[in-house]
Nanobody, 123 residues
Framework: QVQLVESGGGLVQAGGSLRLTCAASGSIFSINAMGWYRQVPGKQRELVAVAFSDGSTNYRDSVKGRFTISRDSAKNTVYLQMNSLKPEDTAVYYC?????????????????WGQGTLVTVSS
């Protein structure tokens, strides 16, 4: 199995910065994608940013130029640097990892979610 540990959420004033961290551990053979989603009550969970194993990244339009996703493949860790935060960025942020697990015989692809970390941006 794969375990994800998230950290870095909190309360910040508008214009401030936060850095989220998500570390994956377990019987991981490889990781294809590591990303961050967010969700506010009553709304669907939405993609914020994702980093792929080939080095490519993808961001939702509303965070482009303000957020930066990066990953340390050696540590199976993904980061989300959030700058110029706005009140509308307030949400629970979830780490998402697409991994291939090594079994006794063969492999299994798995998608795992973190427990979520709350980001609150005050105006």
């Amino acid at each position: 199995q794969v375990q994800l540990v998230e950290s870095g959420g909190g309360l910040v004033q508008a214009g401030g910065s936060l850095r989220l961290t998500c570390a994956a551990s377990g019987s991981i053979f490889s990781i294809n994608a590591m990303g961050w989603y967010r969700q506010v009550p009553g709304k669907q969970r939405e993609l914020v940013a994702v980093a792929f194993s080939d080095g490519s990244t993808n961001y939702r339009d509303s965070v482009k130029g303000r957020f930066t996703i990066s990953r340390d493949s050696a540590k199976n860790t993904v980061y989300l640097q959030m700058n110029s935060l706005k009140p509308e960025d307030t949400a629970v942020y979830y780490c998402n990892v697409g991994a291939r697990l090594q079994l006794a015989i063969g492999y299994r692809n798995l998608e795992v979610w973190g427990q979520g970390t709350l980001v609150t941006v005050s105006s």
